[in-house]
């Protein structure tokens, strides 16, 4: 029996990647991408399906029951991967309502219309659906100097985005223990890789130095992050819908600790080697202390033993070999990021928007 994927927020950066990940692991599937597609969602992330047979596109949202419902009745998924979140901290911190509408209303409605669907199944079909929640590290709030975020760690969330996924953790877990959903969460460090969106660190910063604009560093740069390319969070979720407990959490983190201005200057330096600038020495030139972000925690870092011990998953990458081939990305999908830059942008997603909601 061919095996449905629903995955929610299939056209953002990592649930695309997912996506990609499946088409190219699983031979007898079928992956139903529901996705509202909002700014950093990019039909062009996952074009290459548009007419493969094993790929639908729903343009929905999470937080309609009705429109999940008809999901659900339509295509008899049998695993539900929940990647649909507003994630920007900057964004939340200047317009917070969004996150709670999706991230906490959202999920909620996404959970409680799986649970409908799964008591209505039969009890082998029940022992195969699993629903896949997508959460953070950021849940956990800030570390200093030393120690490590488990699967024990206390929530306490700094930001308004961290804060709504925590409670969209709590819901997922609260479905598991008050309703028997067979939910499985991960929490995953700092992703990179392909078709991140261009406002996030590393990839505004790649852009930045290509169009020679200044480098905006928060504070003094000091802040610490545990990076995880995105390939290697696609096979660790993977590896946890096949083989995870029911009801656990799986921390997942790329073992790469590394300090903001440090990305920066790394990013700088494999420009400077890939695509030098003749009107600049360096482009570490560009690099610009800005005031620090509100609530800006510390120190991220992921002690990923669980996984490592329970499920044998390792990272793939290291940071070196990572983030060089990020690099290379963007410099050979110019198209892909330029399409973003420009100011054709929105007014083609609105056009989208019109032809969707008139099918």
Same mark, same amino acid.
């Given at each position: 029996?061919?095996?449905v994927?629903?995955?929610?927020?299939g056209c953002?950066?990592?649930g695309s990647?997912?996506?990609?990940?499946?088409?190219?692991?699983?031979d007898?599937? &079928?992956?139903?991408?529901?996705?509202? %597609?909002?700014?950093? $969602?990019?039909?062009k992330?996952?074009? !290459?399906y548009?007419?493969? =047979?094993?790929?639908?596109?729903?343009?929905?949202?999470?937080?309609?029951?009705?429109?999940?419902?008809?999901?659900f009745?339509?295509?008899?998924?049998q695993v539900?991967?929940?990647?649909?979140a507003?994630s920007?901290?900057?964004r939340?911190?200047?317009?917070?309502?969004?996150?709670?509408n999706t991230?906490?209303?959202g999920?909620?409605?996404?959970?409680?219309?799986?649970?409908?669907y799964?008591?209505?199944?039969?009890e082998?079909?029940q022992?195969?659906?699993?629903?896949?929640?997508?959460? &953070?590290?950021?849940?956990?709030?800030? %570390?200093?100097?030393? $120690?490590y975020?488990?699967e024990?760690? !206390?929530?306490?969330?700094? =930001?308004?985005?961290?804060?709504?996924?925590?409670?969209?953790?709590?819901?997922?877990r609260?479905?598991?223990?008050?309703?028997?959903?067979?939910?499985?969460?991960?929490?995953?460090?700092?992703?990179?890789?392909?078709?991140?969106?261009?406002?996030?660190?590393?990839?505004?910063?790649?852009l930045?130095?290509?169009?020679?604009?200044?480098l905006?560093?928060?504070?003094?740069g000091q802040?610490i992050?545990?990076w995880?390319?995105?390939?290697?969070h696609?096979?660790?979720?993977?590896?946890?819908?096949?083989?995870?407990?029911?009801?656990?959490?799986?921390?997942? $983190?790329?073992?790469?600790?590394?300090?903001?201005?440090?990305?920066?200057?790394?990013?700088c330096?494999?420009?400077?080697?890939?695509?030098?600038?003749?009107?600049l020495?360096?482009?570490?030139?560009?690099?610009?202390?800005?005031?620090?972000?509100?609530?800006?925690?510390?120190?991220?870092?992921?002690?990923?033993?669980?996984?490592?011990t329970?499920?044998?998953?390792?990272?793939?990458h290291?940071?070196?070999a990572g983030?060089?081939?990020?690099?290379?990305?963007?410099?050979?999908?110019?198209?892909?990021?330029?399409?973003?830059?420009?100011?054709?942008?929105?007014n083609?997603?609105?056009?989208?928007?019109?032809?969707?909601?008139a099918?």
């Amino acid at each position: 029996m061919r095996k449905v994927y629903l995955v929610t927020g299939g056209c953002g950066f990592i649930g695309s990647n997912f996506i990609h990940f499946l088409m190219k692991t699983e031979d007898d599937i &079928t992956i139903v991408n529901l996705d509202k %597609l909002t700014y950093a $969602g990019n039909l062009k992330n996952v074009e !290459a399906y548009a007419t493969d =047979s094993r790929y639908v596109f729903i343009h929905g949202d999470i937080g309609d029951r009705n429109c999940v419902r008809d999901v659900f009745e339509t295509y008899h998924p049998q695993v539900v991967v929940n990647f649909a979140a507003e994630s920007h901290v900057d964004r939340s911190i200047s317009g917070p309502g969004d996150f709670i509408n999706t991230n906490i209303v959202g999920t909620y409605q996404l959970l409680n219309e799986s649970l409908n669907y799964f008591k209505e199944l039969s009890e082998p079909d029940q022992e195969r659906f699993r629903f896949h929640h997508i959460s &953070t590290d950021e849940v956990y709030g800030s %570390l200093g100097d030393d $120690g490590y975020f488990t699967e024990d760690t !206390a929530y306490d969330p700094s =930001s308004p985005y961290s804060a709504s996924k925590a409670s969209s953790d709590h819901l997922a877990r609260a479905w598991y223990r008050t309703f028997g959903l067979p939910v499985l969460i991960t929490n995953c460090s700092n992703n990179y890789g392909p078709y991140q969106f261009p406002e996030k660190l590393i990839p505004l910063m790649i852009l930045n130095c290509l169009e020679r604009k200044p480098l905006p560093v928060y504070g003094d740069g000091q802040n610490i992050r545990d990076w995880l390319y995105v390939d290697d969070h696609c096979d660790a979720i993977f590896q946890v819908i096949q083989n995870g407990t029911i009801g656990e959490t799986y921390n997942i $983190g790329g073992n790469n600790e590394i300090r903001n201005l440090e990305i920066v200057q790394t990013i700088c330096d494999i420009l400077d080697e890939f695509r030098p600038n003749p009107k600049l020495k360096s482009y570490r030139d560009l690099i610009t202390f800005v005031k620090d972000r509100p609530g800006h925690d510390f120190r991220y870092a992921i002690n990923a033993t669980k996984i490592k011990t329970d499920l044998g998953w390792v990272p793939k990458h290291s940071f070196t070999a990572g983030i060089r081939k990020t690099v290379k990305w963007y410099l050979q999908n110019e198209p892909w990021w330029e399409f973003i830059r420009s100011g054709e942008y929105l007014n083609y997603y609105c056009k989208q928007y019109r032809s969707l909601n008139a099918v």
